[in-house]
């Protein structure tokens, strides 16, 4: 049997996640040298190519998908024992987006830490849903057209993901409300959905554009926050800015809501109290305040 080196493996899971060896690297605070060299030596010790090298990141190739489930799984294996030794001192993983751990997690950490002083949560942000079955004291947020169905996880929907258009309130503009024509004749701020660029094909819109790429929706809104122009973003990631007067929506899309937000546990590991109670706080976040909105 091969003797495997666990940071190799663990550089790999990581580069594996982000398909991206410079964000890896910040992940595991190391050098993207180090990173590289030592996927490399894993490649060397299993005798195959994990990942190819492109212009703008890395590809696993049908080998390196294996590895990743193969590493995944023990990694999971390995978190549910060590959970299960002196009951993981209460900890609880939420795995989430970017965005969402900036703009909806963060305003809320000061409340989560009063409402659960015995629980340590612990975010992985992610750049896509997470492929491989939650172990124990997990919890996963992620966007989707339908419920989860693997059978080995709980889903529940959270709320309806509907996009509104965003600027400073200092940000010159025409007399709110807006038309679309309007909004998509000023600067705009767009992120790696490229949702501007999807409504301007939509309607034809001929006019020039001036657009600002951002690979994640908190860049483009913090950019909006600074008067650069207007992002467009999901209700649920803008509300905490609003709510302070940091941006005002000058457009909601009309269009019904194709995604929702889904909250995800393990059904698999059924005593777990501190997961529980942490999905039900989330939920109580979201339909506490669809509750206002519909009254």
């Not at 696993?60 to 990694?75: F, Y």
């Not at 546990?265 to 339909?287: C, D, L, T």
Request: one cysteine or more; glycine letters at 4%; hydrophobic letters at 40%.
């Amino acid at each position: 049997m091969k003797q495997m080196n666990l940071n190799s493996l663990r550089a790999f899971a990581c580069v594996a996640r982000h398909c991206n060896l410079q964000r890896a690297s910040e992940e595991l605070n190391l050098t993207r040298g180090a990173v590289s060299q030592r996927i490399k030596q894993l490649e060397i010790d299993l005798g195959v190519i994990l990942l190819e090298r492109q212009s703008r990141g890395v590809k696993l190739t049908p080998e390196g998908v294996r590895c990743q489930k193969a590493v995944d799984k023990a990694m999971a294996t390995l978190e549910t024992m060590f959970a299960e030794l002196g009951q993981e001192r209460r900890q609880v993983t939420l795995h989430l987006g970017s965005s969402t751990a900036a703009k909806w997690l963060m305003p809320r950490m000061e409340t989560f830490a009063t409402r659960f002083p015995r629980i340590s949560l612990r975010t992985e942000v992610h750049t896509q849903q997470l492929s491989r079955d939650l172990a124990r004291n997990e919890i996963a947020i992620w966007p989707g057209k339908a419920s989860d169905p693997r059978p080995f996880q709980n889903a529940r929907r959270l709320t309806d993901i509907r996009l509104v258009a965003v600027c400073s309130p200092d940000f010159p503009r025409p007399n709110w409300p807006m038309e679309l024509e309007t909004v998509l004749s000023l600067p705009l701020l767009q992120d790696a959905h490229r949702t501007w660029e999807a409504l301007i094909a939509a309607t034809g819109h001929r006019a020039r554009h001036k657009l600002l790429n951002f690979d994640r929706s908190a860049l483009a809104l913090n950019a909006a926050i600074e008067g650069h122009g207007i992002a467009i973003a999901p209700t649920y990631i803008v509300e905490n800015d609003v709510l302070r007067n940091r941006l005002v929506e000058v457009w909601v899309s009309p269009e019904l809501p194709s995604e929702q937000l889904f909250i995800s546990w393990s059904r698999e590991h059924v005593r777990q109290p501190e997961v529980h109670r942490v999905v039900e706080w989330i939920a109580s976040e979201f339909h506490g305040k669809q509750a206002l909105e519909n009254r």
